[in-house]
């Protein structure tokens, strides 16, 4: 049994609007085929279990998990399937390796969303069923409601949300699998159409099609199979609330709270001063704001100033969402958390290319698994082994 887990290989496609030339299949095996590759593994004779993300409303079938294990070399081993974002399947291949009966576990998901036609309507259908469906709201009034009880409580401003916005659309720009990077101002932003005042149409990630595969392997093969494994110190977890009349609308306490999780666990005291870099939810521009203070990134009410002052910027002092985000690369959907994963991982190994930040050692990666919900996940990745078992 050990207690340290790395992840040994990552693969992903490059994320893109539309993908009408491929399936979501082909998309997976994509990415399944880099990270064994890039773990120097064999899924059929390495490969102990797999992990994959799910969600039959959005691929639109029943038992869609039934469709995955294939092309992640899943046949005659156990496959786990998890209704939730990225990070909670990294979390549960975590915890498989460390009962100690598995030694390699990969954790795979995948997005689609260009095939949903009506994904409102969706997730609408998330919303309670006695009180909140009944009133037939939009999700994204839900945002722009939480928007401005946001803005209004935090004294965070319209326009440092639109500063968020051009930063990780330009970032993505130094991102070959980005779908949106883009050259744009603040006051492109606010000018923008409205959809559910103050939140506006370029507040809003767009969809993106793509495929993540990480394998994770115990202290042991990882040391024997890269001289550069990164290593899990630390995940957490934490549904909030999911009811609209029941919620926090200006604090974001599931984050807070699967942070304090994650921190617990990886010994950190001070993230702010700990962490070198952080690839944070940035679904809605003010989400990221809002994130980054309940992270502890930075203190309640000053992620709006800071993010103009530059200290998230990738020459700042934390760098944040270098990769793009998801305003930026594209909204995944339950992927997003294994995008976030991904980015981390290149810049750790200082493989990142035009957009590397240079001396990284402990980062920090966070999702949020969208509205209408209040469920979030962290984790905390580094390249020094954590102490603790052998």
């Not at 890039?38 to 029943?62: C, H, L, N, P, S």
């Not at 010994?267 to 521009?285: L, N, Y």
């Amino acid at each position: 049994m050990t207690d340290r887990v790395a992840i040994v290989g990552v693969g992903h496609t490059a994320f893109r609007p539309l993908s009408p030339e491929c399936s979501y299949r082909e998309l997976a095996y994509e990415a399944a085929v880099k990270a064994y590759q890039d773990a120097g593994v064999d899924a059929r004779r390495d490969v102990g279990a797999i992990v994959t993300i799910g969600e039959d409303f959005i691929e639109g079938v029943a038992i869609a998990d039934c469709y995955m294990p294939d092309q992640f070399g899943g046949a005659l081993r156990p496959v786990h399937t998890i209704t939730g974002d990225g990070l909670h399947a990294l979390a549960t291949g975590v915890m498989l390796i460390r009962t100690g009966a598995f030694e390699v576990v990969t954790v795979a998901g995948h997005s689609k969303l260009s095939n949903v036609l009506s994904p409102n309507q969706l997730l609408a259908l998330a919303l309670d069923p006695v009180y909140n469906r009944p009133l037939d709201v939009n999700p994204y009034f839900v945002a722009g409601l939480e928007m401005a009880r946001y803005l209004f409580e935090s004294g965070n401003t319209r326009d440092q949300c639109a500063r968020a916005v051009a930063d990780n659309h330009r970032h993505a720009l130094l991102n070959p699998s980005a779908a949106y990077g883009a050259a744009i101002t603040s006051a492109d932003v606010v000018a923008a159409q409205d959809v559910a005042s103050p939140l506006g149409r370029l507040d809003i990630a767009g969809p993106a099609d793509g495929a993540v595969v990480v394998v994770l392997a115990s202290a042991q093969v990882a040391r024997s199979l890269r001289k550069d494994p990164i290593w899990v110190h630390g995940v957490g977890w934490c549904n909030d609330s999911p009811s609209l009349e029941t919620r926090d609308w200006v604090g974001a306490n599931y984050t807070a709270r699967a942070a304090e999780m994650a921190y617990r666990m990886a010994g950190i005291r001070s993230p702010a001063d700990e962490m070198d870099i952080a690839e944070v939810d940035d679904t809605f521009s003010y989400k990221e704001l809002q994130h980054l203070e309940a992270l502890r990134l930075c203190r309640s009410g000053e992620a709006g100033a800071l993010l103009e002052e530059g200290t998230f910027e990738p020459d700042g002092i934390m760098p944040v969402n270098v990769s793009g985000g998801s305003l930026g690369v594209g909204n995944l959907g339950d992927l997003a958390g294994l995008m976030r994963v991904a980015e981390v991982v290149a810049q750790l190994r200082g493989e990142a290319g035009a957009r590397q930040v240079p001396e990284l050692t402990t980062a920090l990666v966070h999702a949020w698994r969208g509205l209408p919900t209040t469920s979030g996940a962290v984790a905390i990745l580094s390249t020094e082994e954590p102490r603790g078992m052998p």
